[in-house]
Protein backbone atom coordinates (compact mmCIF):
# COMPACT_ATOMS: atom_id res chain seq x y z
CA UNK A 1 0.00 0.00 0.00
CA UNK A 2 3.15 2.61 0.10
CA UNK A 3 3.12 2.30 -3.78
CA UNK A 4 1.33 5.37 -5.23
CA UNK A 5 -1.11 3.92 -7.39
CA UNK A 6 -2.70 2.55 -3.92
CA UNK A 7 -2.67 5.87 -2.54
CA UNK A 8 -5.98 6.92 -0.57
CA UNK A 9 -4.50 9.61 0.88
CA UNK A 10 -7.42 12.75 0.73
CA UNK A 11 -9.13 10.88 -1.80
CA UNK A 12 -12.90 11.48 -1.27
CA UNK A 13 -14.55 7.52 -1.61
CA UNK A 14 -18.68 7.57 -0.88
CA UNK A 15 -19.71 4.37 -0.15
CA UNK A 16 -23.40 3.05 0.18
CA UNK A 17 -24.71 0.38 2.43
CA UNK A 18 -20.99 1.24 4.14
CA UNK A 19 -22.37 0.36 7.24
CA UNK A 20 -23.47 -3.35 6.52
CA UNK A 21 -21.64 -7.07 7.29
CA UNK A 22 -19.43 -6.63 4.07
CA UNK A 23 -19.79 -2.75 3.82
CA UNK A 24 -18.54 -2.04 7.20
CA UNK A 25 -15.30 -4.05 6.12
CA UNK A 26 -14.88 -1.71 3.35
CA UNK A 27 -15.31 1.78 5.00
CA UNK A 28 -12.89 0.61 7.92
CA UNK A 29 -10.17 0.08 5.04
CA UNK A 30 -10.56 3.20 3.31
CA UNK A 31 -10.51 4.76 6.63
CA UNK A 32 -7.80 3.17 7.45
CA UNK A 33 -6.06 3.94 4.14
CA UNK A 34 -6.69 7.60 4.47
CA UNK A 35 -9.45 8.40 2.19
CA UNK A 36 -12.16 10.92 3.81
CA UNK A 37 -15.15 8.68 3.71
CA UNK A 38 -18.84 9.22 3.56
CA UNK A 39 -20.10 6.32 4.79
CA UNK A 40 -24.07 6.55 4.14
CA UNK A 41 -27.23 3.91 5.07
CA UNK A 42 -30.17 3.36 6.66
CA UNK A 43 -31.18 6.10 9.32
CA UNK A 44 -29.23 5.46 12.29
CA UNK A 45 -26.88 3.06 10.91
CA UNK A 46 -24.25 4.81 9.71
CA UNK A 47 -22.87 6.53 12.94
CA UNK A 48 -22.85 4.53 15.31
CA UNK A 49 -20.15 2.13 13.14
CA UNK A 50 -18.17 5.28 13.04
CA UNK A 51 -18.21 5.36 16.69
CA UNK A 52 -17.72 1.96 17.89
CA UNK A 53 -14.43 1.52 14.95
CA UNK A 54 -13.18 4.92 15.60
CA UNK A 55 -12.94 5.71 12.22
CA UNK A 56 -11.26 9.02 12.17
CA UNK A 57 -11.27 9.94 8.37
CA UNK A 58 -15.39 8.45 8.16
CA UNK A 59 -18.62 11.24 8.33
CA UNK A 60 -21.80 9.15 8.37
CA UNK A 61 -24.68 10.40 6.73
CA UNK A 62 -28.28 8.85 6.51
CA UNK A 63 -30.25 7.80 3.06
CA UNK A 64 -33.06 6.11 1.93
CA UNK A 65 -32.33 5.25 -2.00
CA UNK A 66 -35.69 3.49 -2.21
CA UNK A 67 -36.69 7.14 -2.37
CA UNK A 68 -35.19 7.13 -5.99
CA UNK A 69 -36.91 11.33 -6.51
CA UNK A 70 -34.23 12.20 -3.77
CA UNK A 71 -31.38 11.04 -5.44
CA UNK A 72 -30.26 13.92 -7.79
CA UNK A 73 -30.58 16.14 -4.72
CA UNK A 74 -28.59 13.80 -2.31
CA UNK A 75 -26.01 13.94 -4.65
CA UNK A 76 -26.29 17.76 -5.22
CA UNK A 77 -26.11 17.88 -1.41
CA UNK A 78 -23.43 16.01 -0.95
CA UNK A 79 -20.81 17.52 -3.37
CA UNK A 80 -21.78 20.46 -1.53
CA UNK A 81 -20.97 19.62 1.81
CA UNK A 82 -17.82 17.55 1.04
CA UNK A 83 -16.62 17.72 -2.25
CA UNK A 84 -17.19 15.97 -5.21
CA UNK A 85 -16.08 11.93 -4.64
CA UNK A 86 -13.01 10.68 -6.31
CA UNK A 87 -14.99 7.23 -6.11
CA UNK A 88 -17.97 5.94 -5.48
CA UNK A 89 -18.77 2.44 -3.81
CA UNK A 90 -22.91 1.24 -4.39
CA UNK A 91 -23.71 -1.58 -1.97
CA UNK A 92 -26.92 -1.10 -1.72
CA UNK A 93 -28.76 -4.72 -1.96
CA UNK A 94 -31.94 -3.71 0.53
CA UNK A 95 -33.95 -4.85 -2.49
CA UNK A 96 -35.86 -7.94 -2.54
CA UNK A 97 -38.50 -8.89 0.15
CA UNK A 98 -37.04 -12.77 0.38
CA UNK A 99 -40.18 -13.95 -0.78
CA UNK A 100 -41.37 -17.34 -2.20
CA UNK A 101 -41.43 -17.52 -6.12
CA UNK A 102 -45.35 -17.86 -5.84
CA UNK A 103 -45.53 -15.14 -3.65
CA UNK A 104 -43.66 -12.49 -5.68
CA UNK A 105 -45.83 -9.78 -6.64
CA UNK A 106 -45.71 -6.95 -9.32
CA UNK A 107 -45.20 -4.08 -6.35
CA UNK A 108 -42.46 -6.80 -5.46
CA UNK A 109 -40.87 -6.44 -8.55
CA UNK A 110 -40.52 -2.94 -8.73
CA UNK A 111 -39.14 -2.38 -5.25
CA UNK A 112 -36.24 -4.54 -6.37
CA UNK A 113 -35.58 -2.56 -9.63
CA UNK A 114 -35.89 0.89 -7.58
CA UNK A 115 -33.72 -0.35 -4.63
CA UNK A 116 -30.97 -1.69 -7.05
CA UNK A 117 -31.49 -0.28 -10.83
CA UNK A 118 -32.88 2.95 -10.74
CA UNK A 119 -31.05 3.94 -7.77
CA UNK A 120 -28.15 2.41 -9.41
CA UNK A 121 -28.92 4.45 -12.49
CA UNK A 122 -29.71 7.86 -10.79
CA UNK A 123 -26.79 7.42 -7.84
CA UNK A 124 -24.28 7.11 -10.87
CA UNK A 125 -25.14 9.63 -13.45
CA UNK A 126 -25.41 12.55 -10.96
CA UNK A 127 -22.25 11.76 -9.19
CA UNK A 128 -20.84 10.88 -12.39
CA UNK A 129 -21.41 14.12 -13.79
CA UNK A 130 -20.57 16.03 -10.73
CA UNK A 131 -17.05 14.01 -11.63
CA UNK A 132 -17.21 15.22 -14.89
CA UNK A 133 -17.93 18.95 -13.95
CA UNK A 134 -14.79 18.86 -12.16
CA UNK A 135 -12.63 16.66 -14.61
CA UNK A 136 -11.47 13.94 -11.54
CA UNK A 137 -11.57 10.80 -13.28
CA UNK A 138 -13.03 8.78 -10.63
CA UNK A 139 -13.97 5.26 -10.29
CA UNK A 140 -17.43 3.48 -9.40
CA UNK A 141 -17.78 -0.11 -7.86
CA UNK A 142 -20.92 -1.41 -7.63
CA UNK A 143 -21.85 -4.78 -6.24
CA UNK A 144 -23.82 -7.40 -8.17
CA UNK A 145 -24.14 -11.10 -7.02
CA UNK A 146 -23.29 -14.13 -7.83
CA UNK A 147 -27.18 -14.98 -8.47
CA UNK A 148 -26.68 -12.00 -10.86
CA UNK A 149 -24.14 -14.23 -12.91
CA UNK A 150 -26.22 -18.27 -12.39
CA UNK A 151 -29.52 -19.24 -10.59
CA UNK A 152 -29.40 -20.61 -7.53
CA UNK A 153 -30.09 -24.34 -6.78
CA UNK A 154 -33.44 -25.07 -5.13
CA UNK A 155 -31.92 -28.33 -3.39
CA UNK A 156 -29.47 -26.09 -1.22
CA UNK A 157 -32.08 -24.45 0.47
CA UNK A 158 -34.01 -26.13 3.41
CA UNK A 159 -37.58 -25.32 4.59
CA UNK A 160 -38.45 -22.75 5.65
CA UNK A 161 -35.70 -20.72 3.46
CA UNK A 162 -36.58 -20.08 0.17
CA UNK A 163 -34.35 -20.12 -2.91
CA UNK A 164 -32.58 -16.50 -3.49
CA UNK A 165 -35.66 -14.86 -4.84
CA UNK A 166 -35.61 -13.99 -8.82
CA UNK A 167 -36.51 -10.41 -8.19
CA UNK A 168 -32.92 -10.37 -6.72
CA UNK A 169 -31.00 -12.30 -8.83
CA UNK A 170 -33.11 -10.38 -12.27
CA UNK A 171 -31.99 -6.75 -10.96
CA UNK A 172 -27.88 -8.27 -9.81
CA UNK A 173 -27.83 -9.46 -13.50
CA UNK A 174 -29.60 -6.08 -14.99
CA UNK A 175 -26.75 -4.04 -12.31
CA UNK A 176 -23.82 -6.05 -14.45
CA UNK A 177 -24.98 -4.50 -17.60
CA UNK A 178 -25.89 -1.06 -16.60
CA UNK A 179 -22.43 -0.90 -15.21
CA UNK A 180 -20.79 -1.79 -18.46
CA UNK A 181 -22.95 0.79 -19.92
CA UNK A 182 -21.44 3.03 -17.91
CA UNK A 183 -18.13 2.11 -18.33
CA UNK A 184 -18.88 3.11 -21.97
CA UNK A 185 -20.61 5.92 -21.60
CA UNK A 186 -18.10 7.92 -19.35
CA UNK A 187 -15.25 6.22 -20.99
CA UNK A 188 -13.45 9.05 -22.76
CA UNK A 189 -14.05 11.41 -19.77
CA UNK A 190 -11.60 8.85 -17.44
CA UNK A 191 -14.91 7.76 -15.61
CA UNK A 192 -14.70 4.26 -14.67
CA UNK A 193 -17.40 1.71 -13.60
CA UNK A 194 -16.89 -2.04 -12.74
CA UNK A 195 -18.74 -4.53 -10.43
CA UNK A 196 -17.58 -6.71 -7.74
CA UNK A 197 -19.35 -9.98 -7.92
CA UNK A 198 -19.79 -11.72 -4.36
CA UNK A 199 -20.18 -15.56 -3.95
CA UNK A 200 -21.41 -16.74 -0.86
CA UNK A 201 -20.76 -13.91 2.25
CA UNK A 202 -23.68 -15.01 4.56
CA UNK A 203 -23.56 -13.07 7.78
CA UNK A 204 -22.46 -15.15 10.72
CA UNK A 205 -25.62 -14.74 12.63
CA UNK A 206 -27.64 -16.23 9.58
CA UNK A 207 -24.64 -19.05 9.52
CA UNK A 208 -25.75 -20.21 12.94
CA UNK A 209 -29.55 -19.85 12.72
CA UNK A 210 -29.85 -21.96 9.54
CA UNK A 211 -27.20 -24.17 9.56
CA UNK A 212 -28.96 -26.94 7.00
CA UNK A 213 -29.05 -24.59 3.77
CA UNK A 214 -25.70 -22.69 5.08
CA UNK A 215 -23.97 -26.14 4.66
CA UNK A 216 -25.79 -26.95 1.39
CA UNK A 217 -24.41 -24.10 0.09
CA UNK A 218 -21.21 -24.15 1.64
CA UNK A 219 -20.43 -27.60 0.20
CA UNK A 220 -21.11 -26.19 -3.22
CA UNK A 221 -18.34 -24.09 -3.38
CA UNK A 222 -15.44 -24.87 -4.84
CA UNK A 223 -13.16 -24.25 -1.84
CA UNK A 224 -15.72 -26.26 0.65
CA UNK A 225 -16.37 -22.47 2.84
CA UNK A 226 -18.05 -19.29 2.90
CA UNK A 227 -16.19 -15.73 1.93
CA UNK A 228 -15.14 -13.60 5.37
CA UNK A 229 -16.14 -9.69 5.06
CA UNK A 230 -12.45 -8.55 5.18
CA UNK A 231 -12.23 -10.64 1.93
CA UNK A 232 -14.18 -8.32 -0.27
CA UNK A 233 -12.07 -5.23 0.60
CA UNK A 234 -9.04 -6.33 -1.22
CA UNK A 235 -10.78 -6.45 -4.49
CA UNK A 236 -13.32 -3.22 -4.01
CA UNK A 237 -10.14 -1.01 -3.32
CA UNK A 238 -8.07 -2.29 -6.42
CA UNK A 239 -10.62 -1.36 -8.47
CA UNK A 240 -11.02 2.23 -6.56
CA UNK A 241 -7.41 3.06 -6.55
CA UNK A 242 -5.26 3.85 -9.97
CA UNK A 243 -3.89 0.39 -10.22
CA UNK A 244 -7.18 -0.55 -11.97
CA UNK A 245 -6.73 2.74 -14.26
CA UNK A 246 -7.03 0.96 -17.36
CA UNK A 247 -9.95 -1.26 -15.71
CA UNK A 248 -13.37 -0.55 -16.39
CA UNK A 249 -16.70 -2.48 -17.49
CA UNK A 250 -15.55 -5.62 -16.14
CA UNK A 251 -16.83 -7.75 -13.11
CA UNK A 252 -14.65 -9.44 -10.73
CA UNK A 253 -16.24 -12.62 -9.42
CA UNK A 254 -14.97 -12.76 -5.26
CA UNK A 255 -17.19 -16.15 -4.82
CA UNK A 256 -14.66 -18.99 -3.97
CA UNK A 257 -15.12 -20.73 -7.16
CA UNK A 258 -18.97 -20.39 -7.49
CA UNK A 259 -19.55 -19.38 -10.80
CA UNK A 260 -16.42 -21.31 -12.26
CA UNK A 261 -18.53 -24.49 -12.64
Not at 129 to 145: C, E
Request: glycine letters at 10%.
Amino acid sequence: MDDPIFNFEKRRIWVFGGAGYLGSAITTALDRAGANVICLDRPGVAAPLVLERDLRNTRAEDCDLLDVNTIPDLVADLCGKYGVPHGVVNLVTDCSRGKAFEEITAADFRIANDGVLTSGFLLTRAAAQAMKSQDIQGSFVHFSSMYGVVSPDPSSYAAPHVPNPIDYGAVKAGLLQMSRYFAVYFATDGIRSNCVTPGPFPHPDYQSSSTATSEALRNRVPMKRFGEAHEIVGPVLFLLSDAASYVTGQSIGVDGGWTAW
